[in-house]
């Protein structure tokens, strides 16, 4: 298999992608293609149904991101992991698109 992550940290960061706490999500942009995304989630993904129906007396932030140039583990800029693997990382943003919130459209 081809190593398309820079270091172990940014590998842990993608494959947390949707969970609760922080993780990295690759995302599709017009004009500019692939981008990354630092996320941090409240609740993961998959939980987001059991909140909304009933009304909270609380405001919880559910998801908040921000965008990335480098790694935050190793500091490799990622615009070299996208040019030498951007097949495997144009996959990985089909996957993480369910994972984008309507502020990070």
Same mark, same amino acid.
């Given at each position: 298999?081809?190593?398309?992550?820079?270091?172990?940290?940014?590998?842990?960061? =993608?494959?947390? #992608?949707?969970?609760?706490?922080?993780?990295?999500?690759?995302v599709?942009?017009?004009?500019?293609?692939?981008?990354?995304?630092? +996320?941090?989630?409240? =609740? #993961?993904?998959?939980? @987001?149904?059991?909140?909304?129906?009933?009304?909270?007396?609380?405001?919880?932030?559910?998801?908040?991101?921000?965008?990335?140039?480098?790694?935050?583990?190793?500091?490799?800029?990622l +615009?070299?992991?996208?040019?030498?693997?951007?097949? @495997?990382?144009? @996959?990985?943003?089909? =996957?993480?698109?369910?994972? @984008?919130?309507?502020?990070? =459209?």
């Amino acid at each position: 298999m081809k190593r398309i992550f820079c270091c172990p940290g940014f590998e842990a960061l =993608i494959s947390n #992608a949707g969970k609760r706490g922080a993780a990295v999500i690759v995302v599709w942009r017009k004009p500019g293609g692939l981008k990354f995304l630092l +996320q941090s989630r409240g =609740i #993961a993904h998959d939980d @987001e149904a059991l909140f909304k129906p009933m009304p909270l007396p609380l405001y919880i932030n559910i998801s908040s991101t921000v965008g990335l140039r480098y790694c935050p583990s190793c500091g490799r800029r990622l +615009q070299e992991l996208v040019d030498a693997a951007s097949e @495997e990382f144009a @996959e990985l943003a089909k =996957i993480h698109k369910d994972f @984008e919130s309507v502020a990070d =459209i």
